[in-house]
C-alpha cells in the first residue's frame, strides 16, 4: 500500500465550478499535511497546510481533514482555468522521517 | 539569489558514467532535501539534511546514490554508475528550521537526468 494514494486523474471540471481533489495517507502517525500545485514543467509549491481535523480555508481553498478517516482533501471553489496544474498532497511527521511524504499526484483541467 | 539554485538544468550522459548534481539553498535555511520525479510520478524522497545531525538517507534508492552537504550550504547528489532507470528530474527543496513541520518547502527548477 501506497503511503499516499491519489486519483491521478484528470479531474475535469467547468471554468466557475468546484474542484475536489482527494487524498488518503496510511500513517496514522501523520502529523501535518500538505497541498502542493505544480504546474507543468515547473517546481512543486506549497498552497495550503493543515494540521488538525476540520476545515481550513484560505481565499478560494479549502483544505479538510480527518484523521480518523486518514483523509485529506482540497477544495476549489470558482475554479479558474490557472488552477489547472498537478496537486500533490504530501505530509510530514513529528518523530521519524521529518521529509514531506508526497503523493503522486491530481491532474486538474479547468475548461474554460 | 533569492532562489533554490541547482545545476546543471539538464544532464545527458551515457549509461556506466557517473554524474554529480549541485544544490544551492536558500541562505539561513538549514533543511535540504533532494526528491526526484519521474515522468508523471509524484515525488520521490531521496535524502534530507537538517542542520548538523546526520542525515535521513532511508530514500536513497541504491549505493550508487550519494550525498553530501557542505558547510551545511551546498549540497551535491552523486549517481555512480548511471543506469537508464535513473532518468529523472531531481529536485531540490530548502527550508527554515521549523520548515519541514509547516510543510514549507522550497523547490529549485530541478535537474533533468538523461540516461542513454
Known amino acids: 500500500q501506497k503511503e499516499v494514494e491519489q486519483n491521478s486523474g484528470p479531474l475535469s471540471v467547468p471554468e466557475g465550478a468546484i474542484a475536489s481533489l482527494n487524498c488518503t495517507y496510511s500513517?496514522?502517525?501523520?502529523?501535518?499535511f500538505f497541498w502542493y500545485r505544480q504546474y507543468s514543467g515547473k517546481s512543486p509549491e506549497l498552497i495550503m497546510s493543515?494540521?488538525?481535523?476540520g476545515d481550513k480555508e484560505d481565499g478560494r481553498f479549502t483544505a479538510q481533514l480527518n484523521k480518523a478517516s486518514q483523509y485529506v482533501s482540497l477544495l476549489i471553489r470558482d475554479s479558474q482555468p490557472s488552477d489547472s496544474a498537478t496537486y500533490l498532497c504530501?505530509?510530514?511527521?513529528?518523530?521519524?522521517?521529518?521529509?514531506?511524504?508526497f503523493g503522486s499526484g491530481t491532474r486538474l483541467q479547468v475548461q474554460p | 539569489g533569492a532562489g533554490v539554485s541547482q545545476s546543471p538544468s539538464n544532464k545527458v550522459t551515457e549509461k556506466g558514467k557517473d554524474v554529480e548534481l549541485r544544490c544551492d539553498p536558500i541562505?539561513?535555511?538549514?533543511?535540504l532535501y533532494w526528491y526526484r520525479q519521474s515522468l508523471g510520478q509524484g515525488l520521490e524522497f531521496l535524502i534530507y539534511?537538517?542542520?548538523?545531525?546526520?542525515?535521513?538517507k532511508s530514500g536513497l534508492p541504491s549505493d550508487r546514490f550519494s550525498a553530501e552537504r557542505t558547510g551545511g550550504s551546498v549540497s551535491t547528489l552523486t549517481i555512480q554508475r548511471t543506469q537508464q532507470e535513473d532518468s529523472a528530474v531531481y529536485l531540490c527543496?530548502?527550508?527554515?528550521?521549523?520548515?519541514?513541520?509547516?510543510?514549507?518547502?522550497?523547490f529549485g527548477e530541478g535537474s533533468r537526468l538523461t540516461v542513454l
Open positions: 527543496a530548502s527550508s527554515p528550521p521549523s520548515g519541514s513541520v509547516r510543510g514549507e518547502l522550497f
Open positions: 500513517d496514522r502517525g501523520s502529523q501535518s
Open positions: 493543515i494540521y488538525s481535523n
Open positions: 504530501a505530509y510530514s511527521m513529528d518523530t521519524g522521517r521529518r521529509a514531506l511524504t
Open positions: 541562505s539561513g535555511h538549514t533543511a
Open positions: 539534511f537538517q542542520g548538523n545531525s546526520a542525515p535521513d
